[in-house]
């Protein structure tokens, strides 16, 4: 099956500098690319998604990129703000309306004032 | 839009009790829709997938008859957590699926604190 390695576990980044997290998925067949953000005692938030046809996505402060020959993918989050501070999560998944999402281990970002 | 919401938002029951957990699509319909727990400080393990108006699908050392699913309605998933003991603690969130087969997005809900005395 699916398995989602996630890194750092932890990450903590001056206010204003980039912050970057990486992901690598094991089933070539994957090919949709959700990136979540979870907030202390509250539900994951979608935050962007990337399907396997394209190879960055944008979203303001946010990007995210897709090699699918090195099956990894990553989230780019540029200015960070305080609000960014969360643990966020990477996930991959077939795609369809019936599969299950696999989820990485989570990394735990903290922006430092 | 796609909005999904739990009921309750936490519960403190006593050992032995059954608690029953509600997940709605709010503002769409959802033919699939999935549960998961998470245990402090780590990631979200899927429990089943539930799919209207038929039997859920357990992963692999999930006690289907411990943790009960039905999908009555295209907007509303119920999990009963029966005979629940202290080591059911944990953070009940589910998810459903809105789309199309080509561009479906799971959306989740904001999750439900479950507590065992």
């Known amino acids: 099956g699916e398995n989602v390695e996630q890194h750092p576990s932890t990450l903590s980044v001056q206010e204003g500098d980039s912050a970057v997290i990486k992901c690598t998925y094991s089933d070539s067949a994957s090919n949709y690319f959700p990136w979540y953000k979870q907030e202390l005692g509250k539900g994951p938030q979608l935050i962007i998604d990337?399907?396997?046809?394209?190879g960055e996505k944008k979203d303001q402060r946010i990007a995210v990129t897709l090699n699918k020959t090195a099956k990894h993918f990553s989230l780019h989050i540029t200015e960070t703000q305080p609000e960014d501070s969360a643990v966020y999560f990477c996930a991959a998944s077939k795609g369809s309306s019936a599969s299950k999402i696999i989820f990485g281990s989570g990394t735990r970002l903290s922006i430092r004032p | 839009g796609a909005v999904v919401s739990q009921h309750p938002s936490r519960v403190i029951c006593k050992s032995g009790t059954s608690v029953k957990i509600e997940c709605r699509s709010l503002d769409f319909q959802a033919t699939t829709m999935f549960w998961y727990r998470q245990f402090p400080k780590q990631s979200l393990m899927l429990m089943a997938t539930?799919?209207?108006?038929?039997?859920?699908?357990?992963e692999q050392g999930v006690e289907k008859d411990k943790f009960l699913i039905n999908h009555a309605s295209l907007t509303l998933s119920t999990l009963t957590v029966t005979s629940a003991h202290p080591e059911d603690s944990s953070f009940y969130i589910c998810s459903a699926v809105s789309g199309t087969a080509s561009t479906d997005t799971q959306y989740f809900g904001p999750g439900t604190r479950l507590t065992v005395l």
């Open positions: 539930s799919n209207e108006g038929s039997k859920a699908t357990y």
């Open positions: 990337i399907r396997s046809n394209v």
